[in-house]
C-alpha cells in the first residue's frame, strides 16, 4: 500500500515562502561576496603601486633611508585605510538592506582629498596618467569620512582604468550650505542613455571600442553612499570629450547627527 501525503494550501504556501526565503538569501550571499571582493581590491592599486616603486629604488640603490621611511608611512596609512574599509564591508548588508546609517564627523574634507588623490600618485605615475587636483585650502564639514574615501577611491579607479589613459582632474569647491566634488576624465565617456542604470547593483556598461569593460559594482556603492549622505550624483559629458561625475553632499548636517 502506498500513501500519498498532500500538503495543504497552508503548507504549499509556507514552503513556497520557505523556498523564496533561501534564494533570497543566496542571491544577497553572492551580493556580499561581488561588493566584498571589489571594494577590498579597490585600494590594492595605489597600495602596489607604492611597494613597487619603492621597491625599485632600493634594489637600485637610489632610495636614501629618508625616502624609504616617507614611502613606508604612505603605506603603513593606505593599510590602515584598508582595514577600515573591510571593517565597513563587513557590514554591507547594511548596504543591499537599505539600512545604512552613516557615521557623521567634522574633518577638512580638503585634507582628505589631497592625501587620496596623493595615494593614486605612484599607480598614475606608473601607468602615465596625470591626476590634477584643484581644491581650496580648506573645506570643512561633517560627512562619513570611511563613506567619502570609498566614493572618491571609486571615482578615480574607474576615471584610471576606463578613461583611455587620459588625465584625470579632481576638484571641489563650497558654494552655500553644500559641497560639490567632480572628477572627470577624456576617455570615451558613457553614452546618455545608460547614465541611469550604471548606477544598478552590478549593472556594467560596454563601450563601443571595448567588448568587456564598463562600471560595475563600484557604481552602485558609490550611488548607495551618497544618498546615504543625502546627496546626489550625476553623470555628464566633460568639455572636449570624457566622463565628468559631479557628487553634491550637504556641507553641515544637524547638529545631533554630526557632534557625536
Known amino acids: 500500500m502506498i500513501i500519498t501525503v498532500a500538503a495543504s494550501g497552508d503548507g504549499q504556501e509556507d514552503l513556497r515562502r520557505r523556498i523564496a526565503n533561501l534564494v533570497e538569501a543566496v542571491a544577497a550571499r553572492d551580493d556580499f561576496i561581488a561588493v566584498a571582493a571589489h571594494e577590498l581590491r579597490n585600494p590594492m592599486t595605489p597600495m602596489m603601486g607604492q611597494i613597487e616603486l619603492l621597491l625599485s629604488a632600493v634594489r637600485a640603490g637610489k632610495c636614501p633611508l629618508e625616502q ?47 592625501d587620496l588623490t596623493n595615494e593614486f600618485a605612484d599607480a598614475a605615475q606608473r601607468t602615465g596618467v596625470p591626476i590634477k587636483v584643484d581644491v581650496p585650502a580648506s573645506l570643512p564639514g561633517n560627512w562619513d569620512r570611511v563613506a567619502i574615501e570609498q566614493i572618491i577611491d571609486n571615482l578615480i579607479s574607474n576615471a584610471l582604468k ?7 582632474a579632481l576638484s571641489a569647491e563650497m558654494f552655500e550650505d ?3 566634488i567632480k572628477i572627470r576624465d577624456h576617455g570615451p565617456g558613457i553614452p546618455a542613455g545608460d547614465r541611469a542604470r550604471v548606477f ?61
Open 68 to 114: 624609504v621611511e616617507q614611502r613606508l608611512e604612505r603605506i603603513q596609512h593606505t593599510v590602515r585605510r584598508y582595514v577600515r574599509r573591510a571593517e565597513v564591508l563587513l557590514n554591507v548588508s547594511r548596504l543591499t538592506s537599505g539600512n545604512f546609517h552613516p557615521d557623521f564627523e567634522r574633518f577638512d574634507l580638503a585634507i582628505l582629498l589631497r
Open 200 to 260: 544598478g547593483r552590478f549593472e556594467r556598461v560596454v563601450g563601443h571600442s571595448e567588448p568587456t569593460g564598463g562600471f560595475g559594482v563600484g557604481l552602485w556603492v558609490v550611488g548607495q553612499l551618497v544618498a546615504a549622505m543625502d546627496g546626489t550624483i550625476t553623470i555628464d559629458d566633460a568639455p572636449g570629450g570624457g566622463a565628468l561625475f559631479t557628487v553634491t553632499l550637504p556641507a553641515h548636517m544637524k547638529e545631533d547627527t554630526c557632534d557625536r
Open 178 to 180: 553644500k559641497i560639490q
Open 162 to 168: 576606463y578613461g583611455a589613459r587620459t588625465p584625470v
